[in-house]
């Protein structure tokens, strides 16, 4: 069965940085898109980036020029490096892949931002 585990996740200062990772362990025989996506305390999951086989991505509004979506296909790995952090920016983030955002889903991981 194929799980997907995030890691890097923690506690920062507002305008650190972090680095999320999130692998997939088993075989996936078809990822077309990686993502991820935060949730914060009574709120609502929230779209954050994507990157697409052909290396295309996208981003909110929100972190547009501050996070950075990548990806290695050959580890089943997807990063997102977040820089000028925000105390906005707490939530746990939980990443997504396979043939389209949703398929799979990680347990999530914790970003604490303190101002």
């Known amino acids: 069965q194929v799980q997907l585990v995030e890691s890097g996740g923690g506690l920062v200062q507002a305008g650190g940085s972090l680095r999320l990772s999130c692998a997939a362990s088993g075989t996936i025989f078809s990822i077309n898109v990686m993502g991820w996506y935060r949730q914060a305390p009574g709120k609502q999951r929230e779209y954050v980036a994507h990157i697409t086989n052909s290396g295309s991505t996208r981003y909110a509004d929100s972190v547009k020029g501050r996070f950075t979506i990548s990806r290695d296909n050959a580890k089943n790995t997807v990063y997102l490096q977040m820089n000028s952090l925000k105390p906005e920016d707490t939530a746990v983030y939980l990443c997504?892949?396979?043939?389209?955002?949703?398929?799979?889903w990680g347990q999530g991981t914790q970003v604490t931002v303190t101002s």
């Open positions: 997504t892949m396979g043939q389209y955002l949703g398929s799979l």
